[in-house]
């Protein structure tokens, strides 16, 4: 009875072939985004040596490490590149003569896949930037208010005093009516 209950909570842990938890999907989702994120940095302060990432890593001392690791992979991505433009006509060519008509409809496929991909791509690009000017568009007088917010309980508390309470005032009641007006046109 123990085991049948073992082997049937295993079975619902588990898909036959696939982990139970994304590790590859999680991880390679951690590493692209934390790339970004650096890249962003960079963007802003001009450059990685001024960038927050290139200061954190001074203060730890791992700055002129990660700038030797940073130019191994730019030297073999270029000697990746000169490969493929030596090697990649070579093989081009030898693929054409082999395959024949064959080469020229995988070649046509592959261009109109490309053709698919960008536009695709420029579609995915018009839809962030709708999205981002909504959002922006949506938060602009958010600001404003919300500084109208503290205002008026900065001086509300000025105008209270300070003195012993002894419940809610109309002071303290009307600071509330304003800031939940205030706060329900945020919405």
Same mark, same amino acid.
């Given at each position: 009875?123990?085991?049948?209950?073992?082997?049937?909570?295993?079975?619902?842990?588990?898909?036959?072939?696939?982990?139970?938890?994304?590790?590859?999907?999680?991880?390679?989702?951690?590493?692209?985004?934390?790339?970004?994120?650096?890249?962003?940095?960079?963007?802003?302060?001009?450059?990685?040596?001024?960038?927050?990432?290139?200061?954190?890593?001074?203060?730890?001392?791992?700055?002129?490490?990660?700038?030797?690791?940073?130019?191994?992979?730019?030297?073999?991505?270029?000697?990746?590149?000169?490969?493929?433009?030596?090697?990649?006509?070579?093989?081009?060519?030898?693929?054409?003569?082999?395959?024949?008509?064959?080469?020229?409809?995988?070649?046509?496929?592959?261009?109109?896949?490309?053709? =698919?991909?960008? /536009? %695709?791509?420029?579609?995915?690009?018009? &839809?962030?930037?709708? +999205?981002?000017?909504?959002? #922006? @568009?949506?938060?602009?007088?958010?600001?404003?208010? =919300?500084?109208? /917010? %503290?205002?008026?309980?900065?001086?509300? &508390?000025?105008?209270? +005093?300070?003195?012993?309470? #002894? @419940?809610?005032?109309?002071?303290?009641?009307?600071?509330?009516?304003?800031?939940?007006?205030?706060?329900?046109?945020?919405?």
């Amino acid at each position: 009875l123990a085991s049948q209950g073992c082997t049937s909570l295993a079975g619902k842990m588990s898909t036959p072939g696939m982990p139970w938890f994304p590790w590859k999907t999680l991880s390679f989702l951690l590493l692209i985004s934390t790339a970004a994120i650096i890249n962003l940095d960079c963007q802003k302060h001009g450059n990685f040596s001024k960038s927050s990432t290139g200061q954190f890593l001074r203060d730890i001392g791992q700055y002129d490490r990660v700038l030797t690791g940073y130019q191994v992979v730019v030297d073999r991505s270029k000697e990746g590149r000169q490969w493929v433009d030596t090697n990649v006509p070579v093989y081009a060519e030898h693929a054409r003569r082999v395959g024949g008509p064959y080469y020229e409809v995988a070649q046509t496929k592959a261009g109109e896949a490309w053709a =698919l991909m960008v /536009l %695709g791509y420029g579609k995915l690009e018009l &839809a962030v930037k709708a +999205g981002w000017l909504r959002l #922006r @568009g949506g938060c602009l007088g958010h600001r404003s208010r =919300l500084i109208g /917010l %503290g205002r008026l309980w900065s001086r509300g &508390a000025r105008s209270c +005093g300070s003195g012993p309470s #002894r @419940g809610p005032s109309p002071c303290s009641r009307e600071l509330w009516t304003l800031s939940m007006e205030t706060l329900t046109g945020l919405q």
